[in-house]
């Protein structure tokens, strides 16, 4: 019955407009709410979002710019990655994907909005509209927020400041919770229900929904703390406005009918293999940085347990420098796959690419845990006395989730006999006891705990959530990165940037919307203009 759902949506969805705000002419063929009802939009809507965060945000730009991956030999172009001279026809799917992912949310909430008893849909398509302009303003700023859905009514939709964005977003998370807690229990009466089928996330879950909303403004807050005294006095009165049912502390996971005949994972796609086993470009060229790999084979940290999770053929890993095109190494393959065979005839496994039909996460609980530890380490919530060992317990927590979701198999993300993710945990932390990096009690300092914080969740996030590392690196600077050694660095040797750190800031807006939309911000190039919560 889901792979059938699916489908059906998809074809639906396929009439959707594609890009933000600008057609011009209304098409009297185009999908309409009488054809395209919530329950077959959401999940459709759902797997776009995850697609595009794995893909978009993921492997074609993050997981470069923060030294995920880089591409081996017999693999040409890639002069933008290279230098970092973004222009407006680079990663241009980065900004019209997302929109498109915002027209199918917005789609819902209009219709939720006229028809009460799909409240339950216009709820989650708020807290996911509102997921959605965070990842756009984290990567370009100034976003088309308060007039950018608006469509033929507003042809040139107004820019909103990044700051002001990140605030209208709390109270697009705050009715997102109100209309929820409001409707959870009439479902089945007046009020169209949600299960497994409609509801790819939670299967209806209303309690977990209202905490994802809260991890949404866990992280919106933490991210904005220090930038000024007007946005951490907001960020303080916001923590104190945390609904009462607290976070989510377990993997945010999507799973809209994933399977080996059509609509793959999304990471298996990206970095294995198609629903034919024809395998996958990074997959066939891409290899793992050197620098990221210190943090596993003893140059920065040892950790061998999760080398072995995350790589194929641990610890013989192919790795090279991002622009350093003399010598790079041939890739042997599913560099980041570590179980048996190839193609369709490749088995399930632990790590990042567990199965062709594996739930894909959307919000991972160790970011959680460390935010959390962020979060305490500052102070940030009045109305919580926070400690230093609240934050070494977030911290641990971190980590251990970390192991926990590596060590998952298969479809069924679950732990095999004997997996044991916090012994794991535990054993890498004593292993590492002379490094503040992994040893909380020996970083002395609160920035020296910060780095700590920022550095396990890079490690954790490797290939998995590399948006996220981007994001934190400009946030803080961490992991630190100094020189021109590839084990010192993961800034591309061609990098064109005059910055001190040899990087970016942000990305281009596409030539669409400068072309369409005189309100476009003009940016000379992708060196300057940080985002307000850049740490210069």
């Known amino acids: 019955m889901k792979k059938i759902l699916i489908k059906t949506a998809l074809i639906a969805a396929a009439a959707l407009p594609a890009s933000c705000d600008l057609d011009i002419n209304k098409n009297p063929n185009d999908a309409t709410a009488e054809v395209v009802t919530p329950d077959l939009v959401l999940p459709v809507a759902v797997a776009a979002l ?39 026809k680079s990663f241009t799917g980065v900004w019209t994907e997302t929109f498109a992912c915002l027209r199918n949310f917005n789609t819902i909430i209009k219709t939720s909005e006229a028809d009460p008893q799909y409240a339950l849909y216009g709820g989650i398509a708020r807290v996911l509209k509102a997921y959605c302009y965070h990842l756009l303003a984290d990567a370009y700023g100034d976003v088309p927020y308060t007039e950018g859905l608006r469509g033929e009514s507003n042809l040139s939709p107004a820019f909103d400041k990044d700051a002001a964005v990140y605030r209208a977003l709390f109270t697009e998370l705050d009715d997102a919770i109100a209309i929820l807690k409001a409707n959870k229990d009439k479902a089945g009466g007046n009020v169209l229900g949600l299960n497994a089928n409609n509801d790819p996330v939670f299967g209806g879950d209303c309690l977990k929904w209202i905490q994802f909303a809260n991890n949404i403004k866990l992280r919106l807050l933490v991210r904005s703390r220090g930038t000024s005294i007007d946005v951490n006095n907001f960020v303080k009165s916001a923590f104190a406005g945390i609904s009462e049912e607290g976070f989510l502390t377990e993997d945010v996971l999507a799973n809209p ?33 050197s620098y990221v790999l210190s943090f596993y084979d003893g140059t920065k940290l040892a950790d061998a347990k999760r080398g072995a999770l995350v790589y194929k053929g641990w610890p013989d890993v192919r790795h090279y420098q991002l622009g350093n095109q003399s010598g790079r190494p041939y890739t042997t393959g599913y560099t980041w796959y570590i179980g048996t065979g190839t193609g369709q005839n490749a088995s399930d496994a632990a790590g990042i690419l567990k199965s062709r039909s594996a739930p894909a996460p959307l919000f991972f609980a160790f970011e959680t845990y460390f935010l959390l530890a962020e979060a305490a380490l500052y102070d940030l919530d009045p109305a919580k006395a926070y400690t230093e060992n609240a934050a070494k317990a977030y911290f641990e927590n971190g980590i251990k989730a970390s192991f926990d979701f590596l060590e998952r198999v298969g479809a069924a993300n679950s ?27 020996l970083a002395a300092t609160r920035e020296q705990k910060l ?37 010192t660095t993961f800034a591309s040797v061609q990098s064109s940037s005059p910055r001190a750190d040899k990087l970016p800031v942000r990305l281009i807006y596409p030539q669409s919307e400068y072309n369409l939309n005189v309100n476009t911000p003009k940016l000379a190039n992708s060196f300057s203009n940080p985002i307000f919560w850049d740490r210069e």
């Open 50 to 88: 995850v697609y595009d965060q794995v893909y978009y945000y993921g492997r074609s730009t993050a997981a470069y710019l923060v030294g995920y991956q880089v591409p081996g030999e017999g693999i040409g172009g890639y002069g933008d990655v290279y230098t970092y001279n973004f222009t407006s």
């Open 257 to 289: 009918g994933y399977n080996a005949s059509g609509q793959q994972n999304p990471y298996w796609t990206v970095y294995h293999s198609s629903v034919i086993g024809a395998i996958a470009y990074p997959a066939l060229y891409y290899i793992a940085s």
């Open 415 to 441: 732990l095999p006999a004997g997996a044991n993710p916090q012994g794991d945990a535990e054993a890498y932390i004593a292993a590492n006891s002379m490094s503040p990096l992994a040893n909380f009690d």
């Open 451 to 487: 780095e700590a914080i920022i550095t396990q969740k890079y490690i954790a996030s490797n290939i998995l959530n590399s948006n996220e590392a981007w994001n934190e690196f400009r946030r803080t600077g961490y992991p630190a990165i100094s020189g021109t050694g590839s084990r």
